[in-house]
């Protein structure tokens, strides 16, 4: 099974964004790796959102002891 992850799959000169969107569309699942940083990230929880809305399987994965903020707790609850 392959994983994409930004920024090392965005190809060079690539749009930031539009990869993004591209590579969610196209995921089977989506994979939230929640830690404090990404907790606060709204990179982060508008990637969720956007895989929500395209009705992917999400699938928290907590790295720290952690709860999931309110915009996050939204999308994956």
């Given amino acids: 099974m392959s994983c994409w992850i930004a920024p090392r799959d965005v190809p060079f000169g690539a749009n930031y964004g539009k990869a993004i969107l591209d590579a969610i569309e196209a ?3 989506f994979v939230v790796l929640l830690s404090a940083s990404a907790n ?7 990637e969720i959102e956007r895989a929500a809305s395209y009705g992917k399987t999400i699938i928290p994965l907590r790295l720290e002891n952690v709860k999931p903020s309110r915009e996050i707790e939204f999308h994956i609850s």
Avoid at 40 to 46: A, G, L, Q, R
């Fill in 27 to 29: 995921a089977e699942l």
């Fill in 40 to 46: 606060k990230s709204i990179h982060v929880t508008n």
